[in-house]
């Protein structure tokens, strides 16, 4: 199965910090107002610019703060003719048969172009927001058991009854089912022993906690372990990487080391200011715990492209630097280690607030020479696969051994 090259969705445009390219990539990382709002040209553009730079799908965010998922899902379709449409949702907002016809409506306009990403909280204050007080661990039963509703009422012809603890319902069904078969592609993350047990038994992606290839590929074994148990299969999800590119690899690291700098000093003053300021408005707090181990620069670069300072410093995922060709050699690795759909956020995002893109046209080319080179690349690893699966470890060779 090709690989699936993600983006995300920006909702409102950015502020350089500074004119210069480092002042402009530093306002991915730290935004100033910090809540992106909604600005209908700024999601419009970037939509455009997305399909039309070879992506296969974009995730649309959702916490108790930002604009309607649906809402934006269905905007998104309506504007676009092919790009995939990821929609974040997360259980316990809305009943779980009112979101599932919701998902099959979308599925049915766009032509079969949706997809789920089920979370959990960016914090206890964001679920807090929504009138949401469950503790983690009564959280994830209750995503268990939506979820479990939410797929039988994508798939109900007849009626049925459904009780447990957190839902019940008599006689539901619906009149609208999806035209992906048997349903639009489930994902979700967790790192928690929680939220492992709640993806491995539901979802069709993970988005896992893993830096470095040893790493990941030990997480995902142990995640199709769990599954192969289920009687179900799972693939990787790299949702949270960052871009920084350039010509040559030197000039894209002397980028990143620079950014993270004036990152790392804006914060200073800020803080100097304002003690209580945060470079973010939601947070990652799992992606800054992973990067904050150390705080020695040249331990920020564990391996390869892979460097985690501006993760550390913002909360933000830890971002991939050099050159496409190298970045996509990477990724290639990761492809080869069962992760199915990888994520290529920062330079997608980087629009004005007159819906303008902040980057120069040299970027933009080798943003789009990432993606066809990640697409080439891991097409050549499926004609290897192909031709001897015993001698690649790939995740058509799993999914194959897994049946």
Do not use: C
């Not at 539901?172 to 979700?188: D, E, G, L, M, Y």
């Not at 804006?266 to 945060?278: A, G, K, T, V």
């Not at 620069?297 to 913002?314: D, I």
Request: proline share 5%; charged share 25%; hydrophobic share 40%.
């Amino acid at each position: 199965m090709p690989v699936e090259i993600r983006t995300r969705a920006a909702l409102g445009g950015r502020v350089p910090l500074h004119a210069s390219p480092v002042g402009v990539l530093a306002s991915f990382f730290v935004q100033v107002p910090n809540e992106e709002g909604l600005e209908p040209i700024v999601f419009e553009r970037t939509l455009a610019a997305q399909e039309a730079g070879g992506f296969d799908a974009v995730l649309i965010p959702q916490r108790s703060f930002t604009a309607d998922v649906w809402s934006l899902a269905s905007w998104a379709v309506a504007r676009t003719k092919h790009l995939g449409i990821i929609a974040s949702h997360r259980p316990g907002v809305q009943s779980p048969t009112h979101a599932a016809r919701a998902l099959a409506t979308i599925d049915i306009l766009s032509g079969g172009r949706i997809q789920v990403h089920f979370i959990q909280s960016a914090s206890e204050g964001d679920i807090a927001g929504d009138g949401d007080f469950l503790s983690k661990t009564e959280g994830y039963r209750r995503s268990a058991e939506y979820v479990s509703l939410f797929e039988q009422e994508l798939r109900a012809v007849e009626q049925f009854d459904y009780e447990g603890e957190f839902y019940r319902v008599r006689g539901a069904r619906s009149s609208v089912h999806p035209i992906q078969r048997p349903r639009p592609v489930f994902q979700a993350a967790g790192s928690s022993p929680e939220g492992f047990a709640f993806a491995t038994a539901h979802a069709d992606l993970w988005a896992y906690r893993a830096l470095g290839l040893e790493q990941i590929g030990t997480e995902l074994e142990r995640a199709r372990l769990a599954a192969r148990g289920l009687g179900r299969t799972i693939a990787g999800w790299a949702g949270g990487y960052n871009v920084i590119l350039a010509k040559t690899d030197e000039a894209a690291w002397d980028l990143a080391r620079e950014t993270a700098d004036f990152v790392a000093n804006y914060i200073r003053l800020r803080q100097q200011e304002d003690p209580s300021f945060r470079p973010f408005s939601y947070g990652d707090a799992k992606a800054f715990e992973l990067a904050a181990d150390s705080r020695e620069e040249g331990q920020f670069r564990p391996e390869r492209a892979l460097y985690t300072r501006l993760s550390a410093l913002t909360g933000h995922g830890p971002s991939l630097v050099g050159t496409p060709d190298s970045v996509a050699d990477y990724l290639t690795d990761h492809y080869r280690l069962g992760v199915s759909a990888i994520t290529l956020g920062g330079l997608s995002e980087l629009y004005g607030k007159d819906g303008e893109e902040l980057l120069d046209p040299s970027t933009q080319e080798l943003r789009r020479a990432l993606v066809r080179t990640l697409r080439e690349r891991t097409t050549q690893v499926d004609v290897e696969a192909a031709r001897n699966p015993a001698l690649v470890d790939h995740p058509r060779a799993i999914a194959e051994a897994n049946a």
